[in-house]
Each structure stands twice: as structure tokens, then as C-alpha cells.
């Protein structure tokens, strides 16, 4: 009954459009993923490849756009939960688990999944890894919950065969109960060939840490959004540029709640102006740029729903009618994308274009 569910929960025929005057019209379309778990990381590669993760070890990628799925569970993983997926083609990629100690943990194929190789194990029992992100195949990053007051990072530069810990001296200490949040696998960015931001909740205040050395030292600036709760803070980082990006989140523990939940900057995150008369309709965990389009398009995810926005971040037009996700990702260079949610739920953006009511 889950896996019916999984299937059909969107139907294939489903639309989440909208067409407000001038505007994008944008659709999901839903696909079969052939897993019932809970899907958290997706990373779409091309106009045909992408992979997406989950609870209970699994994987599962696509060749052929999405029209069929092929499932599994990582040998030895099958009680972790895979937060986050980043691939580079339809043979490589790279998984994260979360959990406190060794739950938190790296594994790499590059077969297009029929082996996986554990490439870290975390080795800090107060350490809780959230998401990871990647400049290049070989170049990465991924961001802990503060160990002894400071965020906790570890880096690779060859692939994932080594992956050393950042020291901590160049990080500024962390606000009582800040943390990060595994709700999309993209609560961390990265941009150019050295830049790194990511997100935080949970303190008194919810903040952005930019890094322009890939992690030496980093900086830490406020933000508008919600805060002052464990569940509430940013859940999610894109940038399109070295100045201009956007944030997303609110609080988990009210989905539909839309005050103090995005915000954008033009100055790469040192200040920060917050949406307010046009925003996403609910929390959101998951935001990313249409990249191959020459305007701003950006679409935000969440369990009560998706959001549109064509202008950068500055206004936002709801899906009506659409089931939620968790996460999304767009490919580069083609701009194909998919979204990932409860019960293998997995959709494939069908593309936007203006229209005229």
C-alpha cells in the first residue's frame, strides 16, 4: 500500500501551476521512484541523470529522465539515513548519512551504485553531520553541528579518498543551541572555485557563515529569519553569484506558518532583506536557481508545498494544489530538475515559461 502510495500520491498528470498576470507558469510532473522510504537528498546531473537518497540506506538514480528509477540500499548502511546526494554523473557519487558519532558517515560509487566504498566515518562522538556540498568531483565540504562551541567541518580535496577536519580557530563560536538543520541536504552551498555559505538555526538569532577560502577562515553575519527555537531557523542556502542569493526556512513544527521564512541578499550574505509582502506559503526546506535560464528563477520546497519566484527572490507565487517535498535540485548546465518528499514521492520539473492571462 506505501509503495501504491509512492507511485500515484501525485498522479502522473499532476500540475502544481500558477500564472499571475506577467509570470512563470511552472509544473511538476510526478515519476515512479520504486521506493517507499522517505526521501531527503536529490542531485540532478543532466537532462537524464539523477540520483536521489533516503532513510533505511537507499539510493536510487535515473538514466533516462526519469522514466524509470533504479533502487537500492547502500550494503551495511541499511539502518542510516541518507540526507543529502551529490552526483557528477550517471557512475558517480557521493552519499551522507546523519546521526550523532559514527552514524554520521560518506560512502562513494563510481559504478553507478552496484559498489559503494565508505569513505568516512565521523570519528567525533559529539559530532552530527548535516549535508555536504561539492565545487568539483573531488573538491568538497561537509558541515557539522558545533563540536565544543564552534561548527565542525572536514574537507576533501582528491575525490574522498582523505577527508580532514578544518581547524576550528578560524571559525567564530557558535550562539547557544545554534545548529544546523538535515532537513534537505542544502542547508550548505558552494559557489566559484573557493566560496562556501551555510545556514543555521536553532540560537537566538539565525545566521549565515561565508567562507571565501574554502573553509581557512570564515565570517558570520544576522539574518531576518525566524528564530528563537530549536526548530526554527534557515533550512536552506542558494546563490547564484558572489553577491546574490537567497534563504529559506521558518519553522518545521509549523508548516503552513509563512512569517520571517526568506529573505535575499545582493552582497553575498553580509546583509540581508527580508520578503515580505509575496512570500513562500508555508516552511520551507529546500530553495534552489533555475540555472540555465538568463533570468532569476527560483523555486523554494516544503511539506505543504512549492513557490515560484521569477525576479530573484523578491515576490513569490504558490503552486496551489501541490503535494509537498523536502528537496529539489536543478542540473547546471541543462536546468532539468527534480523533487524528492515523504514515501519515495519524486517529481520532475517540467519547465517554465511566461504567460499572460
Known amino acids: 500500500m ?31 521512484s520504486g521506493v517507499a522510504v522517505r526521501l531527503r537528498g536529490v542531485s540532478a546531473v543532466s537532462s537524464r541523470v539523477a540520483w536521489a537518497s533516503g532513510d533505511k540506506g537507499t539510493y536510487a538514480r535515473t538514466t533516462d529522465g526519469g522514466k524509470t528509477w533504479r533502487a537500492g540500499k547502500v550494503a551495511g548502511a541499511e539502518e542510516l539515513d541518507f540526507r543529502d546526494v551529490d552526483a557528477f554523473d550517471a557512475d558517480t557519487a557521493y552519499l551522507l548519512s546523519i546521526g550523532a558519532g559514527a552514524l554520521s558517515r560518506i560512502y562513494k ?80 552551498t558552494v559557489g566559484g572555485r573557493e566560496r562556501v555559505w551555510f545556514g543555521t538555526g536553532g540560537g537566538a538569532r539565525a545566521r549565515i557563515f561565508h567562507s571565501s577560502n574554502r573553509g581557512r577562515t570564515w565570517e558570520v553575519f544576522d539574518t531576518p529569519i525566524i528564530a528563537g527555537g530549536a526548530s526554527a531557523g534557515i533550512f536552506s542556502v542558494a546563490f547564484r553569484s558572489a553577491r546574490h542569493g537567497v534563504i529559506v526556512g521558518g519553522d518545521y513544527k509549523q508548516e503552513t506558518e509563512t512569517r520571517l521564512n526568506a529573505a535575499r541578499t545582493g552582497d553575498g550574505g553580509r546583509t540581508w532583506q527580508l520578503v515580505e509582502n509575496s512570500r513562500p506559503r508555508g516552511f520551507r526546506s529546500g530553495v534552489a536557481y533555475v540555472s540555465h535560464l538568463r533570468r532569476a528563477l527560483l523555486v523554494a520546497v516544503g511539506p505543504s508545498g512549492a513557490d515560484y519566484s521569477d525576479d530573484d527572490g523578491r515576490t513569490w507565487h504558490n503552486a496551489s494544489g501541490t503535494e509537498g517535498f523536502h528537496s529539489l535540485s536543478f542540473a547546471r548546465v541543462s536546468g532539468a530538475g527534480w523533487a524528492v518528499g515523504e514515501q519515495g514521492r519524486t517529481a520532475r520539473y517540467a519547465g517554465a515559461s511566461r504567460r499572460r492571462n
Open 2 to 32: 506505501k509503495l501504491l502510495r509512492a507511485a500515484v500520491c501525485v498522479s502522473l498528470f499532476m500540475c502544481a501551476l500558477f500564472c499571475s498576470g506577467v509570470g512563470v507558469c511552472a509544473q511538476w510532473v510526478a515519476q515512479r
Open 109 to 188: 560509487t563510481t559504478d553507478g551504485g552496484a559498489h559503494w566504498s565508505l569513505q568516512f566515518t565521523n570519528p567525533n562522538p559529539e559530532a552530527f553531520f548535516d549535508a555536504m556540498a561539492f565545487w568539483d568531483a573531488a573538491h568538497g565540504i561537509a558541515l557539522s553541528d558545533p563540536v565544543k562551541g564552534r561548527f565542525h567541518l572536514v574537507q576533501t580535496s582528491d575525490g574522498g579518498k582523505t577527508w580532514r577536519a578544518l581547524r576550528a580557530d578560524g571559525m567564530p563560536p557558535a550562539l547557544e543551541g545554534e545548529a544546523a538543520f538535515a532537513a534537505s541536504g542544502t542547508c550548505i
